[in-house]
């Protein structure tokens, strides 16, 4: 209870927190440094001269004023809608070349300038946030131009051996203000004297280092075999994956140890201490994918994997996986310092334009000479891991549709990959260096975060099956799918990232996803939706509740049969649910009138297309609020006899009497013929049909049977048994035994045992129960051949044993025991046509 209570609580802070962020009064907005703003940088977007750096930062500055316009258009919100109302209720304001009176006039008129003047702030800031989106969209749009011609740029090529040099150049360059650089720090008056003061921190950060790089990953290893032997089996595998986290961790904090060690002796200057940070970055990269790869392509079967391979391609898909990482690393981090520093070292400060074109080819066919191996590097590694996944296909032995769908994403991964080694190193060697760059070295970031991606849903999966201490099927349950969908979709942002996006576009489409998107008038966000699904959730719960009350509390202790405490509970939850959803749509400030059209056109589409749902679904509304049938009544209908289940809103399930289910739409217990056996009494007619030989004395055998009927306890004497002469048949005197039932339960029951009575008391008595019999004729018998064989003398019949010390004694209730359900009414159609034993 406290915990629902702690919920609720939380809940109702999380609808109040908007609203009182709302209330909150800002500051005035000072529109002229807006204009100014504004005019600075629609003059830049004309100009299209200044850096990237320099657009980033005043389209950073230009979101923040559109936030504040957005949030200013709301001012004086609540004033504006009462001035509304007030005009509202002067009533229509007359039409062209109508008066009204003088004083609704004119207080019409004050009403309208005061809605003007409320009006205005929020117009101006509309106006301004409309500018403001104007010219961030032409911002991105030249950003993104830029990023084009980059990456179409023509590059010299690096298969041509002319360009080879520039390589060089670039690395001797680059080396020379390295060694420049550390020769200065050297020939300073006492270049170790910070290293002297600071040795024994530098000494122990050296040692901590060491320690972690070396033994941290082995400690981690031993650890995971010690707890592996001590948990339960599902135990192990979560904590297997949590302790080989620390396989990450120690390694790349030994790392930034080392590195924070070797530029505390302060013996590096800022290109030393840039490219020592790289080097890290590249190591730490190394290590994170050694256990990314451990977790995709385990080295034993305690782990799940994600891929059927074995051993020895799973020790190959590891070597593949580290080495792309490592060379994703030199062309990112590492790449990023040549490039930056490459340019600056060989930078000679010309000041002419062909010395400056001069530079600039030079500069393109160094980093692309320098930058093609990696790609085909990078290539032959991708191929082979593209034809890695292909294996999988073919070790693949499940045949279930999950995994045909699955098995069919990663044919096309393994396809791509190659696809991608083939056409990345072909631009590369043509000259479009850039664009090479921008194919292959984003494909295997993209395979590092699907990677990851998979390793954290095995994890949660895992987690799922030791939370709920399921077995291995509840990996195949609807949680692990919905938090792997999840996981895709929270993956969307940074793959966006990887292949080019800027996170300024990122944010960009969350603050329009966040401002909501107009549907037939209406604005869908998410603050709406999110004010819509909690409210609804709410008041469902609420329902549920009450609906528990009635069925646990109240309705119990009342009369009320239990098919009529099913339909008060069925109607509260109905009535709960539209209340429900009426309450959250008004207070999430949906406006249905403007989708009055669409509303028109969907009861158009039930009144056609719906029509048998909607027809079963009030039909079944009538059975509830009736009651005709409830459940546990006995039913014929449509040629169907059975026990009432259930009772929903489109149909009923009945329980035949061989223990199948029939599911019947509700419209046919409506409009159909429906005989219920056990509504309102138990009483139940039986017609048991007799025949005698001809020649029986008739009032013998009336009185004979009038006697066995009577004898049965469950035969009721107001009305009388009776016993009908029904006719000469064919082959016997035809009688009848109609009797009524106090328990129409008992109806085979009693049958049979007044089947038994009657045979025994008609052997007694002499009467004959014939036979049909049927005479041949032989038209031709001189055709037969043979002798005809002469007959066997009948036997003597036996002497029927003497029953006549056997006096016939009552059948007791008790003597039927009880009936099973559905037993009573399964003959019953076959009395009379199937008609009869229904009369009450």
């Given at each position: 209870m406290i915990l629902r209570v702690t919920r609720l609580l939380l809940l109702v802070l999380a609808l109040a927190l908007p609203v009182l962020?709302?209330?909150?009064?800002?500051?005035?907005?000072?529109?002229?440094?807006?204009?100014?703003?504004?005019?600075?940088?629609?003059?830049?977007?004309?100009?299209?001269s200044?850096?990237?750096?320099?657009?980033?930062?005043?389209?950073?500055?230009?979101?923040?004023?559109?936030?504040?316009?957005?949030?200013?258009?709301?001012?004086?919100?609540?004033?504006?809608?009462?001035?509304?109302?007030?005009?509202?209720?002067?009533?229509?304001?007359?039409?062209?070349?109508?008066?009204?009176?003088?004083?609704?006039?004119?207080?019409?008129?004050?009403?309208?300038?005061q809605l003007a003047q409320l009006q205005a702030p929020g117009i101006r800031a509309t106006e301004a946030a409309s500018r403001a989106d104007s010219i961030i969209a032409n911002i991105d749009r030249l950003l993104r131009a830029r990023q084009t011609d980059k990456l179409m740029r023509l590059t010299p090529s690096p298969l041509n051996p002319i360009n080879w040099p520039a390589g060089i150049k670039v690395l001797s360059g680059l080396g020379g203000a390295l060694a420049s650089e550390m020769r200065a720090q050297l020939e300073k008056p006492d270049p170790y004297a910070t290293a002297r003061d600071r040795a024994p921190v530098i000494v122990g950060l050296l040692l901590v280092a060491l320690v972690l790089v070396a033994r941290g990953r082995r400690w981690i290893m031993k650890l995971a075999d010690l707890i592996e032997k001590r948990l339960a089996w599902r135990t192990q595998r979560v904590t297997d994956f949590l302790v080989s986290i620390g396989q990450i961790t120690l390694p790349i904090v030994g790392v930034t140890l080392l590195v924070t060690a070797l530029i505390q002796t302060a013996l590096f200057g800022t290109r030393w201490t840039e490219f020592l940070m790289a080097v890290g970055a590249v190591v730490s990269a190394f290590f994170a994918a050694?256990?990314?790869?451990?977790?995709?392509?385990?080295?034993?079967?305690?782990?799940?994997?994600?891929?059927?391979?074995?051993?020895?391609r799973r020790r190959e898909g590891r070597l593949l996986t580290v080495s792309l990482a490592v060379l994703a690393a030199m062309q990112g981090p590492f790449g990023d310092w040549v490039v930056k520093r490459g340019e600056a070292a060989l930078d000679t400060g010309a000041t002419t334009s062909e010395a400056v074109d001069s530079v600039g080819k030079l500069l393109d066919a160094g980093f692309g000479v320098l930058a093609f191996p990696l790609q085909v590097l990078a290539a032959i590694l991708l191929f082979r891991f593209g034809q890695l996944l292909r294996r999988h296909l073919r070790n693949e032995t499940s045949a279930s549709e999950e995994s045909a769908f699955r098995d069919r994403l990663v044919g096309l991964l393994g396809n791509t990959l190659i696809v991608v080694s083939v056409i990345a190193p072909v631009l590369g060697g043509i000259g479009y260096v850039n664009a090479a760059n921008a194919l292959i070295w984003p494909t295997i970031m993209t395979l590092g975060l699907i990677a990851l991606v998979l390793v954290l849903h095995l994890f949660l999966t895992d987690l799922y099956v030791f939370?709920?201490?399921?077995?291995?099927?509840?990996?195949?349950?609807?949680?692990?799918?919905?938090?792997?969908?999840?996981?895709?979709?929270?993956?969307?942002?940074?793959?966006?990232?990887?292949?080019?996006?800027?996170?300024?576009?990122?944010?960009?489409?969350?603050?329009?996803?966040?401002?909501?998107?107009?549907?037939?008038?209406?604005?869908?966000?998410?603050?709406?939706?999110?004010?819509?699904?909690?409210?609804?959730?709410?008041?469902?719960?609420?329902?549920?509740?009450?609906?528990?009350?009635?069925?646990?509390s109240l309705l119990p202790k009342t009369k009320i049969d239990k098919g009529g405490q099913?339909?008060?509970?069925?109607?509260?939850?109905?009535?709960?649910?539209?209340?429900?959803?009426?309450?959250?749509?008004?207070?999430?400030?949906?406006?249905?009138?403007?989708?009055?059209?669409?509303?028109?056109?969907?009861?158009?589409?039930?009144?056609?297309?719906?029509?048998?749902?909607?027809?079963?679904?009030?039909?079944g509304i009538i059975l509830l609020i009736e009651r005709p049938i409830s459940e546990g009544d006995w039913i014929e209908v449509g040629g169907q006899m059975g026990v009432v289940k259930a009772i929903s809103v489109r149909s009923t399930r009945i329980e035949t009497f061989d223990r199948t289910e029939v599911i019947v739409p509700n419209a046919d217990l409506i409009?159909?013929?429906?005989?219920?056996?056990?509504?309102?009494?138990?009483?139940?007619?039986?017609?048991?049909p007799v025949g005698v030989a001809y020649g029986t004395d008739t009032r013998k055998v009336e009185e004979i049977l009038l006697e066995i009927a009577k004898n049965q306890s469950l035969v009721m004497m107001n009305p009388e048994p009776t016993v009908i002469f029904n006719g000469?048949?064919?082959?016997?005197?035809?009688?009848?035994?109609?009797?009524?039932?106090?328990?129409?339960?008992?109806?085979m029951r009693v049958k049979s045992e007044m089947n038994h009575e009657i045979n025994q008391r008609f052997t007694e008595a002499g009467i004959e129960i014939p036979f049909a019999q049927r005479d041949v004729w032989l038209r031709n018998p001189e055709v037969l051949q043979g002798a005809t064989a002469k007959p066997e003398p009948e036997p003597e019949p036996e002497t029927a044993p003497d029953m006549a010390?056997?006096?016939p004694h009552p059948v007791t209730r008790e003597d039927l025991g009880t009936p099973q359900p559905g037993e009573g009414m399964e003959g019953v159609q076959q009395q009379d046509g199937g008609s009869d034993g229904g009369d009450r």
């Open positions: 962020a709302q209330a909150q009064t800002s500051a005035p907005l000072d529109y002229a440094a807006w204009d100014k703003l504004a005019s600075r940088a629609e003059t830049m977007v004309q100009d299209d200044a850096a990237e750096a320099a657009f980033d930062d005043i389209r950073n500055t230009l979101t923040d004023w559109r936030a504040k316009f957005q949030q200013a258009e709301s001012t004086n919100a609540t004033q504006i809608s009462t001035v509304k109302a007030q005009i509202d209720a002067l009533g229509p304001a007359p039409k062209e070349g109508e008066t009204e009176d003088q004083a609704i006039a004119e207080r019409r008129k004050a009403l309208n300038d050694i256990w990314l790869a451990g977790r995709v392509f385990p080295r034993n079967d305690r782990q799940s994997a994600p891929f059927t391979l074995q051993p020895e939370i709920t201490r399921r077995n291995d099927e509840g990996r195949e349950s609807l949680t692990p799918t919905l938090i792997g969908f999840l996981l895709g979709l929270a993956a969307l942002p940074f793959a966006a990232l990887i292949w080019g996006a800027r996170s300024s576009d990122l944010l960009e489409l969350w603050t329009r996803f966040r401002n909501g998107m107009s549907l037939g008038g209406v604005t869908i966000s998410p603050g709406v939706f999110l004010t819509f699904a909690i409210i609804f959730v709410i008041g469902l719960m609420v329902t549920r509740l009450l609906q528990g009350a009635l069925k646990a099913n339909a008060i509970i069925s109607g509260v939850g109905y009535m709960g649910i539209f209340l429900a959803a009426v309450i959250s749509i008004s207070a999430a400030g949906i406006d249905l009138s403007s989708l009055a059209i669409v509303a028109g056109a969907l009861s158009v589409g039930v009144g056609f297309g719906l029509q048998t749902i909607v027809q079963n679904f009030v039909s409009a159909g013929q429906v005989t219920n056996w056990t509504r309102g009494n138990l009483t139940g007619r039986l017609i048991l000469f048949g064919a082959d016997s005197l035809d009688f009848e035994v109609r009797v009524i039932l106090s328990d129409v339960n008992f109806i010390d056997k006096t």
